[in-house]
């Protein structure tokens, strides 16, 4: 059977269209999180002309040399009065211009002597930041987005105290395997630590969800039934790790089955991660509206739960908050040729980039955990391409 191409998988999930749940959250609690709203400008900003330089208010129908120095303004003051002709008034940066006036002429170019301001130097500049000029009312400033420092900085520029964001989607983390122990635990002959538990975890949180780890699970279907029918309950998203390729004890097919989820796709063309697995099962909602809840069975190989959480698992963490994910890439030139035989699959190799140019790893495969932690990027190679050449240009993702 021909396996399902990346690009489809990611179709389907892209496609997806839950109903993100919102709420409102401070401002200093936003940084992350999914804005669920369309933030418009209550007010122009700024919401007064003002100075840019610390000089003198003047008027340009009044062009001078000299002015009789009327008024002096801090930033914080409100003008007390306008300019009268032949006036001017002190002005810090900041301050706001009296009416009246229209351009500051910056103190350097002037002489203040008993009560006069003289212009020494001519320039064309009015060294005023007009009223609006960032934003106009009601002009858009952010939609849906994850929210980064500057856009917090942004919101608190408009006076917002509070915004409106996504629910974070609780994420199930599920390791399956006998021969798995948790860190901080002692290794028995033939056992190994689960690292895809915590590290599935650490991605679920870098991706704006909340993880709800729920341990280790022996292959044994009956224990496993047990406790993936509990998670599908309590979690929007369940990811689990680990049996689900075609073994005697690669018990997670069936038993989503058993606990009524519907398989969307099984088996990718994708190296790593071709046993991936995506499910999905309905369940009645509070309102009597059908609720989803997905399921992912990541690869047991702990680069290829990585990888497979990063291209697929993200896209649908963004899709939970209202968001499309888009990763970002750069264009960059391969320093060394990349070569394989099998050109089956379309092929994800983790890569470094160095002064702009893509390396590649000394990469033993799946199960090579320690060279993921060196890469920068991941390098695409299609399906039916066996090399690329040295000094050819290629878009690499970054991790
Ligand atoms: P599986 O997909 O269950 O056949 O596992 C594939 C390989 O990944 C085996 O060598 C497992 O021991 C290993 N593996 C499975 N689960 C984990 C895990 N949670 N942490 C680290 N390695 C794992
Ligand atoms: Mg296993």
Redesign the pocket.
Known sequence: MALLHPDEALEMIEALNPEPRTETVKLDEALGRALAEEVLAPEDSPPFAKAAMDGFAVSSADPGPSWRLAAALAAGDAPARALARGECAKIMTGAMLPPGADRVVRVEYTREQGGTVTLLTEEPYANVIPRGENLRRGERVLGPRVLSPQDIGVLASLGRAEVRVAVRPVVGVL???S??RNPGETLGPGQ??????L?ACAQVSAAGGRPRYYG?VR?EPEALRAAVGRALEECDLLLL?????M?E??FVPGVLKDCGAEILFHKIAIKPGK?TLFARRERPGASGAAHSTYAFG?????V??FVIFEVFVRPLLARLQGLRFAPRTVHARLAEAVKRRDTERVELRPVRLERGEVRSLTFHG??H?NALSGADALLRLEIGVSRLEEGSWTDVRLL
Do not use: F, H
Request: glycine share 18%.
């Open positions: 390791a399956t395997g021969e798995l190994i630590y689960n690292s895809n538990g590290q280790i292959d790790s680990g049996g689900v390729s073994g004890l690669d046993p990541l690869p047991g190989n702990p290829s739960a799946s199960a955990l």
